[in-house]
């Protein structure tokens, strides 16, 4: 894992005064970015939020990211899978049509990663809020069809769920 992986995930994180936290359903994703994170030299734990929930936390410190800026081509794709891992959906249901996109509530970040997206040649539709009812500031785009074969291999996903998922389009 990278650091650019790890600024990707903290889409769906909480920043807290002196810490990063991440909490998931998945425990074994919460397990593989403590690990990970640990590999890049760095303290971390793991808990369990509440007795009754199922949601698994990582918490660390803010100093990781402290001054880290995305600089190249390969820190715009670690970017780009980590914020898929946290912000991105792609259908589980085999009778549904397959489908991948990312979805947020701040849509500057939403552009600004899906303007890295398609500097890899990946075709991406519109930017839009699926209910302005629903929730007027809830956007999200999606991966043309044509381009789910690139996306999977060169985007990818390190989620134990949706690399599952994503490995049926190679």
């Excluded at 936390?57 to 402290?66: G, Y």
């Excluded at 991105?88 to 549904?96: A, F, H, L, T, Y």
């Amino acid at each position: 894992m990278t650091k650019a992986y790890l600024l990707g995930t903290l889409h769906d994180g909480t920043v807290r005064r002196l810490t990063y936290r991440i909490a998931q359903k998945d425990q074994e994703y919460i397990k593989f970015l403590l690990k990970e994170i640990k590999a890049l030299g760095q303290n971390a734990w793991m808990y369990k939020e509440g007795k009754a929930r199922n949601l698994y936390v990582v918490e660390f410190s803010k100093s990781v990211l402290k001054d880290f800026k995305i600089n190249s081509q390969q820190d715009k794709l670690d970017y780009i899978r980590g914020y898929f891992d946290a912000e991105g959906g792609i259908s589980r249901d085999p009778k549904v049509r397959y489908y991948i996109y990312f979805a947020q509530k701040n849509l500057k970040d939403l552009e600004q990663v899906k303007k890295y997206i398609e500097e890899f040649g990946i075709i991406c539709g519109k930017v839009h809020n699926p209910s302005k009812k629903v929730d007027p500031n809830y956007w999200r785009f999606f991966i043309s069809i044509k381009s789910y074969e690139e996306f999977a291999r060169a985007i990818g996903s390190w989620h134990p769920i949706k690399s599952h998922f994503l490995r049926m389009k190679l």
